[in-house]
């Protein structure tokens, strides 16, 4: 039973920090021409009406992508990420936010390629109806882990997975760390990009504790924590695995993170990580 639907949540600081670091990886797989494939397992409606009943139930994007809409001083990550985002809104009003569907398929070249799947019937169809006779995109009503091994490797022999999970089964993370040994064994040299919510630090230590054991080379683990790990309610943060991240993606993290967190924290609080799990070879 699906319950978990993405547009309560379009916007929020999560979003930014898995939108951000999402734009990263494309730009670094566009510096080749050679073409490649992005495979967004978890895909979602595509792209969502922050007007929407849903949008403004808790009104999350007012913490999230309203805080930089009109900021005047950003970052060069933080400002191609607005630029993005503003692409949907031409008049200058906040209203549509891009899903990471709607981002990757912007710096899509023409020879490269997405396939997306999403489970849940109603965002599908959203999904479907959003990129309806685009060449570039396959849309699937699949599950996004039973796929891996249909879609991978893809013919370009480049590309990301990005996996950005709903979290709410109990063994999300199982179900994550048998997915990078599925994504491994058929595409050691695919890049890897696994986004994981903090709300009690235990599970995703532990889950990272486990991916260190797999011995696969180049995981690069990072965390935006908007509040103390101890605080007792709500998404405190939420970080990124990345596996074959791109080269100086570490040193751009380190001028970025600290940027994410005085724009997003709540109060004087929070804090980032950055570390590797296993050394790039
Ligand atoms: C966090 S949302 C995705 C947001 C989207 N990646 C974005 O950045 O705009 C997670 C999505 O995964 C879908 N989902 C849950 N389990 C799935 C599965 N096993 N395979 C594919 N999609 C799934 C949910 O319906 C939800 O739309």
Redesign the pocket.
Known sequence: M?S?R?AFHAGNFA?IF??VLLLQLLQALRRKDKPFCVL?????AGRYDLHSTAAIKNRESADGIGRLWNQPDLGPELNEYRTQVRALNPDGELRNYP??PRLIRALLRPNDRLIL????PG?YRLLKTEFAGDRSVAVHHA???ASLKAFLPPAERRGLVFI???FELRDEFDRLLEAVQVIHRRWAGGMMALWYPILDRAPSLRWQRALQELAIPAMLVTELGIQPYDALFGLHGCGMVIVNPPWQLDEILKRLLPELLQKLRVGESGQTCLEWLTPAP
């Open positions: 699906l978990y993405h979003d898995k939108h967004d397992t978890h895909a979602g899903g990471s799947t999403e489970l849940h965002d599950d996004g882990y950005d999970p709903a």
